[in-house]
Structures are given as C-alpha cells and as structure tokens.
T-cell receptor
C-alpha cells in the first residue's frame, strides 16, 4: 500500500525564518517517485520538485531545498528565509506501482507572518 | 504554453441535481486525471485516462459519477445526482507521456462545487 504522512497540519513562522516541512512515505515498490506541490489560496497545485527513488541527492533551488533519505522514508522540504508569498498549503505526493496515481499527504498549511 | 484549463471555476447546486465539469489538458499531453479534493485533505484520484482509454477508475463512484475523454483531448466529469458529500474541489491534471508512471502531473485551477 502507498501512503504519505505529513504530520504537521499547520505551521506559522515569522518572515525570514527558515522552515522545514516533513514528509514520510510508505511503499513496497523499489521504483517510485516523490513530488512536492504548492497550493496557494487560488487553488491550483503548482509543481515544485520530482525525485525518483534511485536519486538520493539533495537538491537546492533558490530558497528551496529538499532532503531525501530512503533510510527513514522521508522527503523533507526546507524554505530558507521565508517570505509572505510562501504562505500556502504544501503537499507531498508519492507515485508508485504501474500506473501514475499520485498518493497525496494531507498537506501542511504554512503561514508566513510579516 | 497554456496550462490545464477547467470550467466552471465555481458551481453551486442543490442535492439531487446534476453537474458537469470540463477540462482541457496541456496540448500534447496523453494522460489526463480527475481528482477530488475535500476541504482539509489531499487530492484523491477519481479517474485516469490515457489518450481516450480509461487506465484507472477504481475510486470513481460509478453509480453517480461518469467521465469521458472523447478524441483523447478534453474531458468531462459528470455527477448525477449530486449528494451533499460531493462538495469539494475537482481538479484536473495532465501529464505528457502515455506511459504515465513517474511523470509530473500539471494541475488546473479546479472547480469548487458546493452542494446544498
């Protein structure tokens, strides 16, 4: 069974603080993909990153960075020097098996306070 | 490049009425998905099309929900009759390849449905 857990329901930080969003996944597949999406108040899910199970290299993109650790089945997302525009709900998703069904976590609502 | 288009953006209906949502995927994308997102939850897949064939509809409540993707391009999702618990955001997504697995899905703005 595929499952994604985002234990943090809501997080509030003051602007310029760093914040880490946690994602823990479960799968029996050896090949799978992990994703992060941002959902601003407008509702559209915006793609942030895709990572396959064979690539454990961490990635940095501007103020965003991702830490993938297979040993702990985690794919955490860090925003450095947060900004008000980062306020949104962030979803972690898992794609495994033979199709491309995404299994989403319940999301973490991030509020950045000016 | 234009993104995934959906209409309408908002819809309010009474229970037992019918409603239809439309989605036009990114040009050239072979695979199209419909998700239901209930408030406070992550999106849940309803149906996946590969070109104009159904790949996965195991979570589609087929007694009231139906979907089609004629000609392998745009798609329509219908609910008939609607129930109160169908109140949700209906998201359409598309991905490029026919294989599908592991591909990034690009989402539309969604249709917010309220059933009274």
């Amino acid at each position: 069974a595929q499952k994604v857990t985002q234990a943090q329901t809501e997080i509030s930080v003051v602007e310029k603080e760093d914040v880490t969003l946690d994602c823990v996944y479960e799968t029996r597949d050896t090949t799978y993909y992990l994703f992060w999406y941002k959902q601003p108040p407008s509702g559209e899910l915006v793609f942030l990153i895709r990572r396959n199970s064979f690539d454990e290299q961490n990635e940095i993109s501007g103020r965003y960075s991702w830490n993938f650790q297979k040993s702990t089945s985690s794919f955490n997302f860090t925003i450095t020097a947060s900004q008000v525009v980062d306020s949104a709900v962030y979803f972690c998703a898992l794609s495994g098996g033979t199709g491309n069904q995404f299994y989403f976590g319940t999301g973490t609502s991030l509020t950045v306070i000016p | 490049e234009a993104g995934v288009a959906q209409s309408p953006r908002y819809k309010i209906i009474e229970k037992r009425q019918s409603v239809a949502f439309w989605c036009n995927p990114i040009s050239g994308h072979a695979t199209l998905y419909w998700y239901q997102q209930i408030l406070g939850q992550g999106p849940k897949l309803l149906i996946q099309f590969q070109n104009n064939g159904v790949v996965d509809d195991s979570q589609l409540p087929k007694d009231r929900f139906s979907a089609e993707r004629l000609k392998g391009v745009d798609s329509t999702l219908k609910i008939q009759p609607a129930k109160l618990e169908d109140s949700a955001v209906y998201l359409c997504a598309s991905s490029f390849g026919a294989r599908g697995f592991g591909e990034t899905q690009y989402f539309g703005p969604g249709t917010r449905l309220l059933v009274l």
